[in-house]
């Protein structure tokens, strides 16, 4: 069974840093991109981060996250440094499609983990 389970948001001060954490079961992450994208209240869900298959290659929207994966854990990662109020959504992991090397649609993904809150306020 494929799986995808988020942890590591919370409550966070502005200026603040996060790490979270995305564990995979059920495949090996060396055979997918990997992602990382948000959704806050009322707006559409947005790419983050990304990472291509072979783990040598990434895009950040922001140069503020950045991702990163463990193959021997199976565990993604996303750093969060310098947050802003505006960073506040649910982030979600992502699968990219097998065929697809990387990508930042979220039409290119075929399994999401259940979201994690990042609330960034004072």
């Known amino acids: 069974q494929v799986q995808l389970v988020e942890s590591g948001g919370g409550l966070v001060q502005p200026g603040g840093s996060l790490r979270l954490s995305c564990a995979a079961s059920?495949?090996?992450?060396?055979?997918?991109?990997m992602a990382w994208f948000r959704q806050a209240p009322g707006k559409e869900r947005e790419g983050v981060s990304f990472?291509?298959?072979?783990?040598r290659n990434t895009y950040n929207v922001d140069g503020r996250f950045t991702i990163s994966r463990d193959i021997a854990k199976n565990m993604v990662y996303l750093q969060m440094n310098s947050l802003k109020p505006e960073d506040t959504a649910v982030y979600y992991c992502?699968?990219?499609?097998?065929?697809?090397?990387?990508?930042?649609?979220?039409?290119?993904?075929?399994?999401w983990g259940q979201g994690t809150q990042v609330t960034v306020a004072s």
């Open positions: 990472i291509e298959k072979s783990g």
């Open positions: 992502a699968r990219g499609l097998w065929l697809v090397a990387g990508s930042r649609s979220a039409h290119e993904h075929d399994t």
């Open positions: 059920g495949f090996s992450l060396g055979d997918y991109s």
